[in-house]
């Protein structure tokens, strides 16, 4: 299967700093990526789906102003966590499609990054 | 998206199939069942979709009701390496995986 990437894999910052956080498709490009966050014991939740070259659309209740996305290219979408308060310590991850893909195509999802704001 | 019903926890014994239900009773006509996995600490995993027809992978299987109102992911031999968080999800043309709770699966020795 595809292989995506997320740099770095943890990282720890100050309060009020920002922090930006890389998802990478390895081996194949993708037009539209997603960033879910994870809270321990919860489930994934989607933040925004991030469209090469376009405007990224954010789900109901997630800060765009907080949370800004980046697709510049077909295989690197960013997510920078802007002001980073200790509420924002989760855990964030990637997933990609492969452009040709529909409904049936599966999703290719990165390794996750542990943010932890002090 | 339809929403999906699975158990919150399912246990098995090692080199056993195991039987992960799943309830989509509001599925539409075009919506997609996949299955991811997550392992604790990690990104989720992808393991089998279908559409209509029962589907095999080298993972695992995949059994879906002719009335496509409920599904059911095989794992031939369980593996310690299976246990995970299992969900199911409907996925529609908007592409978004809606996560729930899943099943978390044990897997005895």
């Known amino acids: 299967g595809a292989v995506v990437s997320q740099h770095p894999s943890r990282v720890i910052c100050k309060s009020g700093t920002s922090v930006k956080i890389e998802c990478r498709s390895l081996?194949?490009?993708?037009?539209?990526m997603f960033w879910y966050r994870q809270f321990p014991k919860q489930s994934l939740m989607l933040m925004a789906t991030s469209n090469e070259g376009s405007k990224a659309t954010y789900e109901q209740g997630v800060e765009k102003d907080k949370f800004l996305i980046n697709h510049a290219s077909l295989t690197l979408s960013t997510l920078t966590v802007t002001s980073a308060h200790p509420e924002d310590s989760s855990f964030y991850i990637c997933?990609?499609?492969?452009?040709?893909?529909?409904?049936?195509?599966?999703?290719?999802f990165g390794p996750g990054t542990r943010l932890t704001v002090t | 998206d339809a929403k999906t019903t699975q158990p919150n926890s399912m246990e098995s014994n090692e080199e056993e199939p195991v039987h992960l239900p799943c309830n989509h009773s509001?599925?539409?006509?075009?919506?997609?069942i996949h299955w991811y996995r997550q392992l604790p600490s990690q990104g989720p995993e992808y393991v089998i979709h279908?559409?209509?027809s029962n589907v095999n992978n080298r993972m695992a299987s995949l059994a879906i009701a002719e009335d496509r109102k409920s599904s059911t992911l095989i794992l031939h031999r369980a593996t310690l390496r299976d246990a995970a968080v299992y969900y199911c999800?409907?996925?529609?043309?908007?592409?978004?995986?809606?996560f729930g709770k899943g099943t978390l699966l044990t897997v005895n020795p």
């Open positions: 997933s990609a499609r492969s452009p040709s893909g529909t409904v049936s195509y599966e999703q290719y």
């Open positions: 279908g559409l209509t």
């Open positions: 999800i409907a996925l529609s043309s908007n592409y978004k995986l809606t």
């Open positions: 081996d194949f490009q993708a037009t539209t």
């Open positions: 509001t599925i539409s006509g075009t919506d997609y």
